[in-house]
């Protein structure tokens, strides 16, 4: 049986245990993931195979930033007490930095191994999340004071001042999407039959509901859109009118 990356991603998520450990598991079970726990048990990860029955809810994100290149990382804990922890924080920080310079590969199997020894101090399942690395463009970003809020904005040119504005905005308002054009004709239309119902309850008659929803999908595209939005540091502002020309080429937003 082929022992995929999804396979060996979803033991380790289950167990804690790092990626390595978990493929030779795997393929000494054929595949199987309840033999491969057998396995990680009696070769003695028995602690933290136990410990991953608890879920990992918790945690923090952190960002890395050197060169005007930018990588963030996300790690889960059982409890909001860990997460808050210096060690805790600072090793999600380190695991970020080590994106930056090296292989997705190499960053997990370097978390993995940081994870195990902070887990053998505090005796806490903590779970690696997404790593994600950016390394061309005017590049923004901001993390929450909870470190369980962050976002990342790229534009395609202009001052990292705004972008760093436009990063707390994302962080703040969580848009779902870049320009109002960009919002699922699905999604739209999951939303006009809610509407429809509601006006159609209202009395409202059948050529009126039309014009109607025109409006309210208008609203909806551009609520959802982060152009559009009014900026959270100056309403009297929107998004559009803060780039001035600029482009938004990408943005993430975080959240635990």
Request: glycine letters at 6%; charged letters at 35%.
């Amino acid at each position: 049986m082929e022992i995929t990356a999804k396979l060996v991603n979803g033991l380790r998520q289950k167990t804690g245990v790092s990626m390595m450990a978990c493929k030779k598991a795997l393929i000494e079970a054929n595949g199987n993931e309840d033999k491969a726990i057998e396995i990680l048990r009696k070769k003695g990860e028995a602690k933290a195979v136990e410990k991953s029955s608890r879920d990992a809810k918790e945690g923090a994100i952190q960002i890395y930033e050197e060169n005007g290149q930018v990588a963030s990382a996300i790690v889960y804990s059982e409890t909001d007490f860990v997460a808050r922890n210096d060690e805790f924080i600072n090793l999600v920080k380190s695991i970020a930095k080590k994106a930056l310079y090296t292989s997705g590969e190499e960053a997990r199997e370097f978390a993995d191994n940081r994870i195990k020894e902070l887990f053998t101090k505090l005796g806490e399942n903590m779970v690696l999340g997404e790593i994600n690395v950016y390394k061309e463009g005017v590049i923004g970003t901001y993390v929450h004071s909870n470190n369980k809020l962050a976002a990342i904005v790229k534009l395609d040119s202009g001052d990292k001042e705004t972008a760093i504005d436009i990063a707390m905005h994302v962080t703040a308002m969580d848009p779902k999407v870049i320009d109002p054009s960009e919002v699922s004709i699905e999604l739209v239309n999951k939303e006009k039959e809610i509407w429809t119902e509601q006006l159609k309850k209202q009395g409202k008659p059948d050529n009126i509901i039309e014009n109607i929803l025109k409006g309210k999908e208008k609203k909806f595209r551009e609520e959802s859109a982060l152009i559009k939005q009014k900026f959270v540091k100056d309403p009297d502002k929107t998004i559009e009118s803060l780039l001035n020309g600029k482009k938004i080429e990408s943005f993430v937003r975080f959240s635990i």
